[in-house]
């Protein structure tokens, strides 16, 4: 499973990628806002600086808006996704642009028939919410593996990509569930590294070694 940011903020995609094991990246209307930058210049950005797909998501609501906004998108760099919501306009839209060869990838999913959708719209990625159906009460994991199930036995090649993800446990249960990608805020990256036997392990090996080197002077 490919490990993804979901953020637009340039400092954080820049620590993450610093470890190696970062694959791509998700922006959304709300986390771009949150940057004070224009929208185009971030993408471009963050399209440089990360060697995988890079997630733009367009803000018309009809078929023609959205295929002119992702066309332009596209054009920025070729490791663009544009992401566009499941409406019936997002499905008439990627599946033109799927014709056109631009990869795409369908946001707030929140069913598996809205996922069955994309995956006949042509989509590049569908983006189950997990956090989001959590919220509601219901199970975010379910639907997680509803999807991936019909997607086995249908052998549809869109790939699934966990979303909206709280914890390290969501990641390590999307995993389980065989989720393609797991886009995660920062935070979650972040916590995933922790362990408090780690951080003791460390500690006393560190301490050891001293402790032996001063043996030896
Ligand atoms: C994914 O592409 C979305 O940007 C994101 O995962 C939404 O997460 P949220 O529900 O925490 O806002």
Redesign the pocket.
């Known amino acids: 499973m490919k490990l993804w940011l979901?953020t637009a903020n340039i400092d954080e995609i820049r620590e993450i990628n610093a470890w190696g094991v970062l694959a791509g990246v998700?922006?959304?209307p709300?986390?771009a806002g949150k940057e004070g930058v224009p929208f185009e210049q971030r993408l471009k950005e963050i399209a440089a600086e990360v060697d995988g797909p890079v997630?733009g998501e367009v803000i018309s609501t009809e078929r023609d808006g959205m295929i002119a906004e992702g066309l332009k998108l596209a054009e920025i760099a070729p490791n663009i996704v544009v992401?566009a919501p499941v409406t019936s306009e997002g499905y008439a839209a990627v599946t033109e642009l799927a014709k056109r060869g631009i990869k795409t990838?369908m946001?707030l999913c929140f069913s598996p028939a809205q996922a069955i959708l994309a995956a006949e719209a042509g989509a590049t990625y569908i983006?189950p919410?997990l956090?989001?159906v959590d919220d509601i009460g219901n199970d975010g994991i379910d639907l997680l593996n509803e999807i991936v199930e019909i997607y086995r036995v249908q052998g549809y090649t869109t790939y699934v990509?966990a979303?909206?993800?709280?914890s390290p446990q969501h990641v390590v249960d999307s995993a389980k569930a065989g989720a393609d990608v797991a886009?995660l805020?920062h935070s979650v990256f972040k916590a995933l590294v922790k362990h408090p036997l780690t951080d003791i392990g460390l500690k006393r090996f560190l301490d050891d070694w001293e402790a032996y080197q001063r043996a030896l002077a």
């Open positions: 979901d998700t922006t959304n709300t986390l997630c992401k990838n946001t983006s919410f956090g989001r990509l979303a909206s993800l709280r886009t805020p």
